[in-house]
C-alpha cells in the first residue's frame, strides 16, 4: 500500500480527501464499491471487510460512508477498528483526528491558541475563585477575563424548538427532508418560516413547552443549567442575524443522505469589540470530526470567526 502511487488509483479515488468544502458540496450518491478497492491495490480480504454492513450482516454493494468522508471521519468512530481500517486511512492519506492540533487549525484556517491553566485533578481545572470547573466552563472564565462577552458555556442548538414548532404551527414534520424528494422543496420553505417564528420570539416557543425542552436539552447535562434564560442569553451574545443565519443555512442544504452536521455551536461563544468569535478547546488531544464538521459546514461557508485552543497544566 505504501508504494503505490495516485495515478493507479481509481477514478473514484482520485480526489482530494482533505478538501475542507462543505459536506453537502462534496456530497455525491456514487459509493465506493469492490471494483474500485481491489483497483487500488487492496487483498480480497481486506476488500471483504469494508465492505461488510455489521447490521444488516452482510457484504453491502459499497462502503459504508462516501470516500469524501474517509479523512474527516474518526478513527473511533467506527464499532470494528479492525486492521482493514487502515487501509481505507491510508488510501484517505490519514485521518483528520491523527494531526496535531496546530495542524488541523492551520487545515481548515481557523485561529490557533496555546494556553496555560492549573490543572487540580481529573478533568478539573482551578477557578479564579478557586473552584473546580471542567474544561469548557474553566476556558469561558479565561475569555471573560480576556474581556469577551460570553454565551453560557455548552450552548445548546435550537433545532429541537424549529421542528416542534414547525410541526404545530405548519402541520408540517421536517425532521427528515429527502436530498430530491417530492416535497423537499415546501418542507424547507416551512422550516425558514420557523426560523424566522423562533428568532422573532424565542421566549414564546419556548414557553409553548417548556419542560419538554429543558428536559430534553439537558438530558446529557450533568449540571443542569441550560433553561430558557440561557437560551435567551446565548442568542443575545451571538445575535440574531448571525444564529437565525446558522439556522437558514442548515435547513437551505442539508438532507438525510449528505451527512450535514445540525446546526449545533461549539461549547464557547463570545463576542469582544463587535466581533463575534467560536471557539473549542482541548487539553492534549487532538480534536475530532465534530470541529471539522462545523468548520467545513458552517464557518468556512459563512465566514464565522473560529479558533482552536489547547490548553496545558502548569503542573506538566
Not at 456530497?27 to 469494508?50: F, I
Not at 479492525?82 to 488510501?91: G, I, Q, R
Request: hydrophobic share 35%; proline share 4%.
Amino acid at each position: 500500500m505504501s508504494d503505490m502511487k495516485p495515478q493507479q488509483l481509481p477514478r473514484r479515488l482520485r480526489i482530494d480527501f482533505r478538501s475542507t468544502q462543505p459536506t453537502y458540496e462534496l456530497y455525491t450518491s456514487k459509493g465506493c464499491n469492490r471494483r474500485d478497492l481491489v483497483s487500488a491495490g487492496l487483498p480480497e480480504q481486506t476488500v471483504s471487510r469494508l465492505l461488510w454492513n455489521s447490521y444488516a450482516n452482510k457484504e453491502s454493494r459499497y462502503t459504508l460512508i462516501r470516500p469524501e468522508e474517509w479523512f474527516w471521519t474518526d478513527r473511533n468512530w467506527w464499532k470494528d477498528r479492525s486492521p482493514h481500517l487502515d487501509a481505507m486511512y491510508e488510501l484517505a492519506g490519514g485521518s483528520f483526528s491523527d494531526l496535531l492540533p496546530h495542524e488541523q487549525a492551520e487545515l481548515l484556517n481557523a485561529g490557533y491558541l496555546e494556553m496555560t491553566g492549573r490543572k487540580i485533578k481529573g478533568n478539573q481545572w482551578l477557578g479564579s475563585q478557586g473552584q473546580q470547573l471542567d474544561i469548557v466552563r474553566y476556558m469561558r472564565e479565561r475569555l471573560i477575563e480576556d474581556g469577551y462577552d460570553m454565551a453560557p458555556a455548552y450552548s445548546e442548538g435550537l433545532n429541537l424548538l424549529v421542528k416542534t414548532h414547525c410541526k404545530a404551527t405548519y402541520g408540517k414534520d421536517i425532521t427528515f427532508i429527502r436530498h430530491e424528494g417530492t416535497d423537499s422543496d415546501e418542507r424547507r420553505r416551512l422550516a425558514k418560516l420557523s426560523v424566522g417564528d423562533l428568532f422573532d420570539d424565542a421566549g414564546r416557543i419556548w414557553d409553548a413547552n417548556p419542560t419538554y425542552y429543558f428536559a430534553i436539552l439537558n438530558g446529557f447535562r450533568k449540571i443542569k443549567d441550560f433553561d430558557k434564560g440561557a437560551m435567551l442569553e446565548t442568542i443575545r451574545v451571538v445575535g440574531k442575524e448571525a444564529y437565525s443565519a446558522i439556522y437558514h443555512h442548515f435547513w437551505t442544504y442539508q438532507s438525510d443522505e449528505n451527512l450535514m452536521c445540525r446546526p449545533g455551536l461549539p461549547p464557547l461563544v463570545g463576542s469582544k469589540n463587535g466581533e463575534l468569535k467560536f471557539f473549542f478547546v482541548t487539553q492534549n488531544a487532538s480534536f475530532g470530526s465534530a470541529v471539522s464538521s462545523f468548520v467545513r459546514d458552517y464557518a468556512l461557508p459563512l465566514g464565522l470567526s473560529m479558533s482552536l485552543i489547547q490548553l496545558s497544566s502548569k503542573n506538566e
